[in-house]
């Protein structure tokens, strides 16, 4: 286990971000702020690629 000190803050970008976010905050005892961004990475790739092709969607 890589020691942290206790006011990090792990950023989690995968699929699924659930289990991995989960998975490293109990790999820590809870001890860390873990934060995980998945499907809202995907969900803004997605408006982007489809507002580039001339979706009628906002991508801000």
């Given at each position: 286990?890589?020691?942290?000190?206790?006011?990090?803050?792990?950023?989690?970008?995968?699929?699924?971000?659930?289990?991995?976010?989960?998975?490293?905050?109990?790999?820590?005892?809870?001890?860390?702020?873990?934060?995980?961004?998945?499907?809202?990475?995907?969900?803004?790739?997605?408006?982007?690629?489809l507002?580039?092709?001339?979706?009628?969607?906002?991508?801000?």
């Amino acid at each position: 286990m890589i020691e942290l000190k206790p006011d990090v803050i792990v950023i989690a970008s995968t699929n699924p971000v659930e289990l991995v976010a989960q998975w490293i905050s109990e790999y820590y005892n809870h001890r860390i702020k873990v934060f995980g961004s998945g499907t809202s990475i995907d969900t803004y790739r997605l408006n982007y690629l489809l507002g580039k092709h001339g979706a009628n969607i906002s991508i801000k």
